[in-house]
């Protein structure tokens, strides 16, 4: 028969385990006991004396009378630090360098509290009375109604020029097409036939039309005003007549006229250098004084029309406005097509 050489290991195991079970138990009880034991004894069978009740009331008084006698003694008490005493002139200096460290400070709200004398408390605006836009929106805003009420002066060179152009390569594409005239002119040496061209102007007539010279001369004259008009910040937002201002730019407009008026007709890409009107045919001074004179006038008559009538049918429909603004002002309409717009476009806002 074996022995097991195990059982005396495990008996040993399990008799140290027991002690240490038993140790632990104690000395947990006795730990314990010693919480519960901070401060003197009581006694609870006698009653306390005068003297210990008047120092149980200087010891706690804000707890007298809330909890039981026997268990304030349990209440740990922390001790309070006593507070430095500094001098006041340090204070004050402190408190100074504080609130101006913190009024030096950047504010990261968009709206400062304000702080009433009578409270430390700050009051802050609700959020219905915060500003809606930034600084730098506001300064945008009012460029672009500086630009609307007409203080910018601004003109855009290079819309002009190409409008202008393009209309004129309209003109010669027509009379390259339909006039055999200007089509057999193009034979021969360019420069020199261009310059004999020029040199043949002479006299008030040239021979066309009353109507081609009176008419379709000065509408064309008040198409190249409006051409400047458009371009111009100002004076595409101005009234017929409305300020002093306005009859400047209309000068000014008069002046962009007679300048694309003269390159119509004896400019390098005019009736002379390519048609050579002045050489086969007879060439006079009216084309050159009655585009931009009569047709100012017929630029400010569509204007003083836009503001006296056209304004007042908008209100008639949106047909009603389409027609007006298209037919009644006939070439402002052409000078909006110039700039790929519809015919019946408005700088000015509804009604204006």
């Known amino acids: 028969m074996t022995v097991s050489t195990h059982a005396p290991c495990k008996w040993r195991f399990a008799r140290f385990t027991g002690l240490l079970l038993i140790l632990s138990f104690l000395a947990v009880q006795a730990a314990a006991q010693t919480s519960h034991q901070i401060g003197p004894e009581v006694n609870h069978s006698e009653e306390p004396t005068a003297s210990e ?124 097409v339909v006039q055999e005239k200007t089509r057999r002119a193009l034979k021969g040496p360019f420069i020199s036939d261009y310059w004999e061209s020029v040199k043949a102007v002479r006299g008030w007539s040239d021979g066309n039309k009353f109507f081609t010279n009176y008419i379709a001369h000065p509408m064309q004259g008040g198409m190249t005003g409006f051409i400047f008009v458009q371009n111009h910040d100002r004076a595409k937002k101005q009234k017929f007549g409305e300020s002093k201002q306005y009859w400047k730019d209309r000068f000014k407009a008069f002046v962009w006229s007679t300048a694309w008026s003269t390159n119509w007709e004896l400019g390098p890409i005019s009736q002379s250098s390519i048609g050579n009107v002045g050489l086969y045919g007879k060439q006079g001074y009216v084309d050159l004084v009655i585009t931009p004179t009569v047709g100012t006038g017929w630029l400010l008559t569509e204007e003083a029309l836009d503001r006296y009538v056209i304004r007042h049918l908008e209100s008639k429909g949106r047909m009603v406005k389409m027609l007006a603004r298209t037919f009644i002002n006939p070439m402002r309409s052409v000078a909006n097509i110039l700039r790929f717009k519809e015919p019946w476009y408005r700088d000015r806002p509804f009604g204006h």
């Open 53 to 176: 009740s008047e120092a149980d009331k200087h010891e706690t008084p804000a707890i007298h009378g809330m909890v039981e006698p026997t268990q304030r003694l349990l209440i740990p008490q922390t001790e309070t630090k006593p507070k430095p005493n500094l001098p006041e002139s340090l204070v004050t200096k402190a408190l100074k360098v504080s609130q101006k460290s913190s009024e030096d400070k950047p504010s990261a709200d968009p709206v400062e509290p304000s702080v009433s004398p009578e409270t430390s408390e700050p009051e802050w605006q609700p959020l219905d009375r915060f500003p809606r836009k930034s600084r730098f929106l506001k300064e945008d805003d009012k460029k672009t109604d500086d630009s609307q009420n007409g203080a910018s002066h601004k003109f855009h060179w290079k819309d002009a020029i190409l409008q202008s152009l393009l209309i004129q390569g309209f003109q010669h594409t027509y009379a390259l």
